[in-house]
């Protein structure tokens, strides 16, 4: 019997950080998952930018993490601090875009994340959140691969344990969020839509010029409640460069439609009549109180962009944001929004898959309001861990 006198190859595990965007896009390159290999390339670069971006400001806290075991790259995680985002009211350091081959890469990575919110005097942090959001979204999806890649919507590979091993690290899950087809049918029973009230589509230059008002409705409605709040000014311009870009290709494809086939529908043919078809916003319907002019209700979607930069005809919708000014609670203005905003999209310009997105399971309003009417698609949890100091 031969016996080695050889000693076992260690292997050699190591954690770096980097803000060389060269070094970051191989890492992407190797490790990121995207369900679509087909946007991989275009994913990977936007998100390079999104850093480079960052970087480039000096009081900004962002550290991009990487792991290699035998100089193999095993996975990488970005955790940040961003003034603009909220968990419950407070800032809330955040990580994101986490992969990991094994428990080690997963402990080591979040541990490199933990001293990270040490350092700048947190004691919380939450995950995952996928900056920017347009292309990563929020949450670890555990349900609903065979839904299609939707920009807004958070993916990762379901064959990953990550989620099991931030578990077995402390973390817990802490909020649950849903995706649904809530916006494929016409909602029947909605209220008749209060005569005080108008819908509008607008160009993108007036949804530009109610920036103020639509943050300020916004941030009375929920920002101070909601489990993850990434809005405000910087997410308002984003969704605004997606109007511009999907404006490029979105194109009347009904041009003989009869808008007397809604003439029943609440609000439908007003909204019609005022509608300057080849300079509107398609996906976003705004309501209005007919005496004072003031916005109070907001339905807010944006075209799918992964359908835009695949060359694909743009015809999915993500249903993203969707406020009512508290006070006009109860006056049919969410069901209008709903109806008549899908109905013009649908029969126009040939949107056919509505999916409304990271409904917040604990928001009642919304659950009742949209749940009857959807079944679920894709299901994403959020989780966080105290930290304690060291």
Known sequence: ?????????????????????????????????????????????????????????????????????????????????????????????????????????????????????????????????????????????????????????????????????????????????????????????????????????????????LKGQILKLAQQSFYSILADASGGQSRFEEIMEIFYQASKKVKILNPGFDPQTYADMPGFLETWNAADLENIVSTSIFAFDRGSGELVGVLMAQPNMFQLWADEPLTHMNVDTVIIKKEYAGRGIFSALHNVGKTLSSAVYGYDYYEGTTIWANNDRAIKSIFPHSSPLRTHYVVQKRILRK
């Open 1 to 209: 019997m031969e016996i080695s006198l050889e000693k076992p190859i260690s292997k050699e595990f190591t954690v770096a950080s980097t803000r060389n965007i060269t070094e970051i896009q191989y890492v992407l390159t190797e490790l990121l998952y995207v369900p679509d290999e087909r946007l991989k390339l275009v994913v990977v670069l936007d998100l390079a930018d999104y850093l480079l971006e960052k970087f480039s400001k000096p009081d900004y806290k962002i550290s991009f993490f990487y792991s290699t075991q035998n100089g193999i790259l095993t996975g990488f995680v970005i955790c940040q601090i961003d003034d603009e985002y909220k968990s419950y009211g407070k800032p809330c350091p955040t990580f994101g875009w986490l992969h990991a081959k094994n428990y080690l890469s997963c402990k080591r990575l979040m541990n490199e994340c933990e001293n990270f919110v040490r350092q700048n005097n947190f004691r919380k942090l939450r995950g995952p959140v996928n900056y920017p959001k347009l292309i990563g979204g929020i949450g670890w999806q555990t349900e609903g691969f065979a839904a299609p890649m939707m920009s807004g919507v958070a993916y990762n590979d379901p064959g990953s344990n990550a989620l099991v091993y931030l578990k077995e690290l402390g973390f817990k899950i802490d909020t649950k969020y849903s995706c649904v087809d809530a916006f494929v049918k016409i909602w029947s029973k909605g209220k008749e839509l209060d005569e005080d009230i108008m819908l509008r589509f607008l160009p993108l230059e007036e949804i530009k010029a």
